[in-house]
T-cell receptor
Framework: GENVEQHPSTLSVQEGDSAVIKCTYSDSASNYFPWYKQELGKGPQLIID?????GEKKDQRIAVTLNKTAKHFSLHITETQPEDSAVYFCAARLSNFGNEKLTFGTGTRLTIIP | GAGVSQSPRYKVAKRGQDVALRCDPISGHVSLFWYQQALGQGPEFLTYFQNEAQLDKSGLPSDRFFAERPEGSVSTLKIQRTQQEDSAVYLC??????????????FGPGTRLTVL
């Protein structure tokens, strides 16, 4: 099955600086890669996603890049703000027909230092 | 509009008790997923429904775990004879997705199960 690795496990950045979180996946058949933000006591919330036919996607301060050859994808947050502090998860989904499950990484705890 | 809701939010069970966790998906969402999230880990897939059909239950850790969605809306995850290793947050997610498409999975707040 699919395996997703995520690094780093913790990340602290000064407010206003950029943060980068990286993930690798094992199955080249994966075709959908969402990123979720999880705050304490809440469920994961989708912040951005990318499909395998696209190399980069941006939404305001958040961007995701995908390298299918190397099987890795990254989350970039620019101009970080205190409210960006949370745990971030990457995930991957196989393209098998009817196989909708997401395989998640182990998470990155991002702390923004005011 | 209303998101995915789960109840109860917290459940404490003694080892050996049975528990039932409820998920109310977003209205009109065809697909429903259950995930288990251990402390400090990412969610792990348990099972998946499309309408009332359980299409994938490969992630259920043992035959003590059972899920149903009889009318294609509300779902219940039941755990029989709970063990300490069942302690985790159980997340429910729903999506519009039909077979062969990809849509956002929207997560509920989870049920935190603690087995003593």
């Amino acid at each position: 099955g699919e395996n997703v690795e995520q690094h780093p496990s913790t990340l602290s950045v000064q407010e206003g600086d950029s943060a980068v979180i990286k993930c690798t996946y094992s199955d080249s058949a994966s075709n959908y890669f969402p990123w979720y933000k999880q705050e304490l006591g809440k469920g994961p919330q989708l912040i951005i996603d990318i499909r395998s036919n696209v190399g980069e996607k941006k939404d305001q301060r958040i961007a995701v890049t995908l390298n299918k050859t190397a099987k890795h994808f990254s989350l970039h947050i620019t101009e970080t703000q205190p409210e960006d502090s949370a745990v971030y998860f990457c995930a991957a989904r196989l393209s098998n027909f009817g196989n909708e499950k997401l395989t998640f990484g182990t998470g990155t705890r991002l702390t923004i230092i005011p | 509009g209303a998101g995915v809701s789960q109840s109860p939010r917290y459940k404490v069970a003694k080892r050996g008790q049975d528990v039932a966790l409820r998920c109310d998906p977003i209205s009109g969402h065809v697909s429903l997923f259950w995930y288990q999230q251990a402390l400090g880990q990412g969610p792990e897939f348990l099972t998946y429904f499309q309408n009332e059909a359980q299409l994938d239950k490969s992630g259920l850790p043992s035959d003590r775990f059972f899920a149903e969605r009889p009318e294609g809306s509300v779902s219940t995850l039941k755990i029989q004879r709970t063990q300490q290793e069942d302690s985790a947050v159980y997340l429910c997610a729903s999506s519009l997705a039909r077979l062969g498409t990809t849509d956002t999975q929207y997560f509920g707040p989870g049920t935190r199960l603690t087995v003593l």
